[in-house]
């Protein structure tokens, strides 16, 4: 299994940047995916996670009205539009996948927002 992120970037405040995560050797439209970050000097969090049991979307306050996460099955891709950044959404982004008690990570890309 492979997760290839990408899409990262320099972002200005207020712009947008769109993440996009590629999938191998699963399909995603069966696994429980989602969007996880980690900034300098703190724990990696949940941003936003996409239920394979019923579609449901879960979105972190911290980004909730402000990103969109979405699924391309024919692609096999996770997507990430992330909108009026800001500073505090500066991080590396990792791809992740679940099935079972089986986690996969993506090798992470950086996204930094600054003027």
């Known amino acids: 299994v492979q997760l290839q992120a990408s899409g990262g970037g320099l972002g200005q405040p207020g712009g947008s940047l769109r993440l996009s995560c590629a999938a191998s050797?699963?399909?995603?439209?069966?696994?429980?995916i989602g969007w996880f970050r980690q900034a300098p000097g703190k724990e990696r969090e949940r941003v936003s996670c996409?239920?394979?049991?019923?579609?449901?979307?879960y979105y972190s306050d911290s980004v909730k009205g402000r990103f969109t996460i979405s699924r391309d099955d024919a692609k096999n891709t996770l997507e990430l539009q992330m909108s009026s950044l800001t500073p505090e959404d500066t991080a590396i982004y990792y791809c992740?996948?679940?099935?079972?008690?089986?986690?996969?990570w993506g090798q992470g890309t950086q996204v930094t927002v600054s003027s």
């Open positions: 992740n996948a679940q099935r079972g008690i089986l986690q996969y």
């Open positions: 050797g699963l399909s995603l439209k069966t696994t429980n």
């Open positions: 996409f239920s394979s049991d019923d579609g449901s979307k």
